[in-house]
């Protein structure tokens, strides 16, 4: 194997021997992590284009590694859980981290190719070599996917080209202490490898970053149960993950045929999966079961159930019928800018008891005419910023497209319009339809196009002002809600979409939707990143 070459006129790097990059760390500002990753990126290229002895190196690299992944996991906070397309600032400094993780990846490489070349210092370095490569691979695609893209299929070129070196030097399985990613529990070639592709099936795009951090840690905790075969295991119940390690391609569903294929036996892993499923089924709690203090319920379970269907189920069931849609849809992003065209236009006020009959007139218009037919204010939403953006329907039957729940739409990165965040509040009228359907951002992806996966809320939406009801309330202005009624055809209550904040069980709240009534609410469906949705009864 060989390790990329690195061009370029940098100067020399500030070291280079162990006992010289000790005193360059000592020295250095690890507190600001944006001015300690410019350093490491600037270091590890000067480094990688170096000669040094390949022991030497190693020993580098291997001072340098901690303090990386503690700059990398301070300045992710640049770029990660931010809504997509990135900011050009946010794009600099993703761009700028993975550059890093590149630098660290290539000067391992440079001396795996020493392991190969048979130097008697490295040989018995093989496994931890290709183990730390492999491991900041992983690393940098788990960043890629906490910004909503997929890795390149350069990535899984190097990814496969350093696995297939492991096996060529029969140290694949072999142990290797890693204290900064893994504490006490040792990691392996074979352990990282299966931990990028576990990583790949589980559609981590799907999930927000609280999920996607547990996701992470399980991943990297439990790759180690993972066997990388080279023929299909016999005892597994479902079709097992395949790879080719000739490809481009990440570890896929469908069997192959090639003297590369490789599959994952996940018999351990499963077993491990089923039994903490059946624990919290019971009523046990996350942390009990060695998932993480932070892991709360339902959430915890339900994303361990999504990872145990990609990870050894053969991906997740469809709940519903896709069907392929095409065409243009408008889309509303934000409770306010919702309100304001679900009300024909009307700027949202605070209910005054002069304004009730006022109010009650524009609610019959809405029902009678889809808008209200007078006060309208053509220019508000230009001045509030609140837009309609025409979004296509994207024709594509191996994705989500669109169902009864929901559908995949998708806009050109270079189209200006809203940033669209995860779990975000949304209304679309779909291609040919007059009314609009409340729903929430479920994912986003980013390739060519800025596409995105929309889930709908059972109901025809129905636009209100709420607050507080009670003397605790006294003074509490109203905020624009909707109501959503219910749909007994698919056992859906009704329920009430409000801000963040304000569910409490068994709050009373008053809203106004044409006259005032009061609600208690009952129990909280789901919260998304700037609403709340809840059943309620009659106060």
Known sequence: MTAPSVPGADPAPAFATAA????????????????????????????????????????????????????Q??????????????????????????????????????????????????????????QRALAALVAEQLATHRVSRQPTAEHWRVLHQLYAAAEQLDVAGHDVADVARLGKS?????????????????????????????????????????????????????????????SELPAGYAPLDTPGARWLDTTELRHSIKKRLALLAQGEAPARLNLGEDCTQPACEQLLTALYQRWCKGAAGRGLERRPASGPCRLVAGAEAIHYYLSG???????????????????????????????????????????????????????????????????PLGQSGARIGHRQLIAVSPPDAQSYLLGCVRWTLVADTLEVGLQFFPGRPEPIALRGAGLAAAGEQYRPGFLLAAVPAIRQEASLVMPVGTFKLGRTLEVFAGQPRQVRLTRLVERGADFERATYEPA
């Open 20 to 71: 010289a990059c000790r005193s360059w760390l000592e020295t250095a500002p690890l507190t600001d992590a944006g001015q300690m990753l410019a350093l490491f990126l600037r270091e590890l290229k000067a480094l990688n284009r170096a000669t040094l002895a390949a022991a030497e190196r190693l020993e580098i690299l291997e001072l340098l590694r901690g303090p990386l992944y503690d700059a």
């Open 73 to 130: 996991e301070e300045f992710s906070r640049r770029f990660v859980g931010k809504p997509q397309p990135l900011a050009a600032a946010e794009q600099a400094a993703f761009s700028a981290a993975s550059a890093a993780w590149h630098a660290l990846v290539t000067g391992y490489m440079r001396c795996a190719e020493a392991c190969f070349a048979n130097d008697a210092r490295m040989k018995s370095k093989a496994a931890l070599v290709l």
């Open 186 to 246: 040792p990691g392996s070639p074979q352990a990282a490898y299966a931990e990028a592709l576990l990583l790949a099936a589980a559609n981590l795009h799907e999930h927000g970053q609280r999920q996607i951090g547990w996701a992470a840690r399980w991943t990297r905790r439990w790759a180690a149960k993972i066997r990388v075969l080279k023929a299909a295991p016999t005892s597994s119940p479902a079709l097992p993950l395949c790879v080719d390690l000739a």
């Open 345 to 411: 236009r009307k700027p949202f006020k605070q209910v005054a008891p002069t304004d009730l009959r006022l109010l009650r007139r524009e609610q019959e218009e809405i029902a009678t005419f889809g808008r209200v037919a007078t006060h309208r204010d053509e220019n508000f939403s230009a001045q509030y910023g609140f837009a309609v953006e025409v979004w296509q329907a994207l024709e594509d039957w191996h994705m989500i497209d669109a169902s009864a729940a929901g559908m995949r739409i998708a806009r």
